[in-house]
């Protein structure tokens, strides 16, 4: 369901991520550099993304936005109030 309320954020803990391995976390690592050089971003602990992130992200892994949230909230790299949060919009 859309929007009626403001979804709780996505939130990345950069630090985290930083200590995953390489192997499962590269593609996410190198995403969310890639924002933060966007942004100009480089002092955060922490990292806001779009929830459309989440829907290209999803695509990149290769699994459904609903599993990929719950796998990165396994890793510790985002918000467990995260899950539940990304619109699935199956195609
Ligand atoms: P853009 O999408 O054209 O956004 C231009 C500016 O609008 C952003 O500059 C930011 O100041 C503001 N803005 C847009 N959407 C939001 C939002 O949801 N929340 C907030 N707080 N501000 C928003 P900024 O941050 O310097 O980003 C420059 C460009 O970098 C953006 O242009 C976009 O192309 C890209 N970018 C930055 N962050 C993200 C992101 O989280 N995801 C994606 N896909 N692109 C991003
Ligand atoms: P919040 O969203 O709960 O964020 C809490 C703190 O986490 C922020 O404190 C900031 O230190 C950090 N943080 C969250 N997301 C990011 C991020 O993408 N990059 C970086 N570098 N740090 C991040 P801060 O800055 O004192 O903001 C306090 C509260 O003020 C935020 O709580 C939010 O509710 C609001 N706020 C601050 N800046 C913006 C903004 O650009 N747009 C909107 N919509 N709200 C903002
Ligand atoms: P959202 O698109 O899901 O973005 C969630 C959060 O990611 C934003 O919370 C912000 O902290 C971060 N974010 C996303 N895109 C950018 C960006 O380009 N630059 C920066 N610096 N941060 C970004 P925020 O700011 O509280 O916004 C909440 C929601 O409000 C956003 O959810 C989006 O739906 C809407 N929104 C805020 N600003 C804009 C805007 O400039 N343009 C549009 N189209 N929507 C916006």
Request: net charge negative; charged share 25%; no cysteine.
């Amino acid at each position: 369901a859309a929007a009626a309320a403001a979804p709780p954020r996505l939130i990345l803990d950069l630090e985290a991520l930083q200590h995953l391995d390489a192997s499962e976390a590269g593609p996410l690592t190198r995403y969310a550099a890639t924002i933060q050089a966007q942004r100009g971003d480089y002092n955060g602990k922490v990292l806001s993304i779009r929830q459309d992130d989440m829907r290209t992200l999803a695509v990149i892994y290769d699994e459904s936005p609903t599993t990929l949230t719950e796998r990165f909230i396994s890793w510790g790299v985002l918000n467990p109030e995260a899950k539940g949060d990304v619109e699935v919009e199956e195609t």
